[in-house]
């Protein structure tokens, strides 16, 4: 089996998960994030992923995986049964993104959720310059070249998880894949990254 | 480059001699003769054997050939030989037929040694469940306490589904396709049509017709039926269109005017030779009988036995016959209990059929998850 080299943001979460953990990754595409925390960490890994390529490929890297859509099957998953539920770079594409994240707490004891900022300053002053949808340094696509997505900022996020009370234990963030402090994140991150309890 | 398993041959194995198979529905049978071919070797600690189950119209002859100038390979010669998705070179392939049947397993046609006449309507109504515990008998006898992985597609996917029930402890791995954990009222519909027409058939004579004229008829719609359900809208389109057959115009008369007609029709004839009426009537049966969560409070405590199996559920978009509500569903259920279980619903045009003709993606979605059980399980091949 392949071993993949990994995108620098899912290096940061990976390194959120202890060995021999059992981890749900949400939205997990080829699977090379399970892939490398089998590998590395011993972790008893699932994936759920809705594109048949991605669900393909991580059949053929040996991950466990179940084609659907997060809006349907999470509450298949008993409750508390994984440690870390994992859902990165894909909740610009949820229609429902809070009740994901209730079950991702509900059926894990965390969750673990990333995400390109679109409120960092490139985005900000591209918009007031330019007169154009903002394309975020951290997922640089232009907004007709991808499935709909809705982009979302650091503070966007903070005000969900206030609305909705999910906690905020933990939060990383990184320009391009370095990690920058907690001061004006929303401006100088590209990539957010925050653990739920 | 992928090859033949070559000239294979058909086996027999025969038990309950003494003790008879006791059926679901109380009945015995006694002795039970099952067919089976195997290709392979089984290795040193016998723990790659891998089980492959068959549809309804289906035999124990899943590739190879028969004799040297044998037209065609067996039904899944496709998956099944050296360098191919059931790589002969490292798995014990075997590939059993079931009791009801009419291609040398005990069924309706066999017989009746009470009477010394064919068993016709006598012979008991099976089930589902009672082929896969005549299978259990024959892994027994091959001396494999626990199998790499049970697999099959539609009335074979049924049976797999059976063999995690009710024998999760013989089975490492198991990959349903292209079907359901119990059937569905449009499924039995179909069913009930196919029977009907059998039964309307004045050759078929309350099943005592072996010593007479068969009922051909009957049965070639029946098979004519169940064609157009395992095709899609799409695939008549593309396979048939409204091309005319060995005519350039309309004849306005009631020869065959249409390719499809002409398909379905060399179909429905075809079977009729390699396949008897009354089977068809049992095995229809048994597949409507089937419905796991039956005896349960429902479907997920069917499976609770069954969380230590790792699955492969594969279901196919243009499958109208077991949609894919039925494999999500499934799913769903081996998700509840906490199952392992991979789901891949296949881009298809080619309805329920795709499961023998989305050769390509199959072969690696097979190939990797087996290989993925014999790095995990650490088998030896």
């Known amino acids: 089996m392949d071993k993949p080299s990994l995108r620098f943001d899912l290096i940061a979460v990976a390194e959120l998960i202890k060995p021999g953990e059992k981890v749900l990754d949400l939205g997990c595409g080829d699977g090379s994030l399970l892939r490398y925390l089998i590998d590395t960490k011993g972790v008893i890994g699932r994936g759920v992923e809705l594109s048949e390529e991605g669900v393909l490929a991580c059949v053929r890297r040996g991950v466990s995986i179940r084609q659907g859509d997060l809006h349907e099957g999470l509450g298949d998953y008993p409750n508390g049964s994984f440690d870390s539920v994992i859902l990165s770079y894909t909740i610009p594409y949820l229609n429902d993104p809070a009740f994901v994240i209730q079950e991702m707490l509900r059926a894990g004891q965390r969750a673990i959720v990333s995400f390109p900022n679109w409120g960092h300053w490139q985005c900000r002053l591209g918009f007031l310059r330019n007169g154009r949808m903002p394309v975020t340094p951290g997922l640089p696509q232009s907004w007709d070249s991808t499935p709909r997505a809705r982009p979302l900022t650091i503070g966007d996020f903070e005000d969900l998880c206030k609305k909705c009370k999910f906690h905020i234990n933990r939060e990383i963030y990184l320009l391009g894949s370095h990690r920058i402090s907690t001061r004006y994140q929303n401006l100088r991150a590209t990539t957010a990254i925050f653990e739920l309890i | 480059m992928p090859g033949s398993v070559g000239i294979v041959k058909r086996q027999s194995f025969i038990f309950a001699e003494k003790t008879p198979l006791v059926l679901d529905n109380g009945e015995k049978l006694s002795p039970v003769t099952l067919a089976y071919e195997t290709y392979g070797r089984l290795n040193e600690d016998r723990s790659n054997g891998i089980l492959i189950l068959h549809a309804l119209s289906g035999d124990a002859h899943v590739a190879g050939y028969h004799s040297p100038d044998d037209q065609s390979p067996g039904w899944w010669d496709d998956c099944v030989g050296p360098g191919k998705a059931f790589d002969t070179d490292r798995y014990f392939i075997i590939c059993s037929n079931v009791i009801g049947g009419c291609q040398g397993s005990t069924g309706p046609g066999s017989v009746d040694p009470q009477t010394g006449q064919p068993y016709g309507l006598h012979f008991p ?228 059929d795709a499961f023998l003709l989305e050769v390509e993606t199959m072969t690696g979605l097979l190939t990797n998850f087996l290989n993925r059980i014999v790095s995990e399980f650490k088998i030896d091949c």
């Open chain 2, 125 to 352: 109504v099976i089930t589902i469940g009672d082929m896969v515990r005549a299978q259990h008998y024959l892994i027994d006898h091959l001396g494999i306490d626990k199998l790499l992985t049970v697999v099959g597609g539609s009335m074979g996917g049924m049976q797999v589904l059976q063999w995690t029930t009710n024998y999760p402890e013989r089975v490492r791995s198991a990959i349903p396709i292209a079907t359901t954990a119990r059937h569905s009222p449009m499924l039995i519909a179909f069913s009930e049509v196919g029977r009907q027409s059998i039964y309307a058939d004045p050759n078929w004579n309350h099943g005592d017709y072996y010593n007479n004229q068969s009922p051909k008829a009957g049965l070639a719609v029946a098979r004519m039926i169940g064609h157009i359900t395992y095709l899609s809208d799409a695939s008549m389109h593309q396979k048939f269109g409204r091309r005319l057959q060995e005519r350039e115009h309309f004849g306005y008369d009631f020869e065959t005017d249409f390719a499809i007609e002409g398909y379905l029709r060399y179909k429905g004839n075809r079977f009729t030779e390699r396949f008897d009426a009354n089977s068809y009537l049992y095995i229809t049966k048994a597949m409507d009988y089937f419905d796991l969560s039956n005896g349960y409070n429902n479907l997920s405590a069917a499976f609770t036995k069954s969380s230590e199996i790792v699955f492969l559920v594969v279901s196919f978009t243009s499958d109208w016959l077991y949609p894919t509500y039925h494999s999500k569903e499934l799913v769903s259920v081996l998700t509840t209990v906490g199952a392992d279980v991979s789901y891949c619903n296949i881009q298809s045009t080619w309805g329920h």
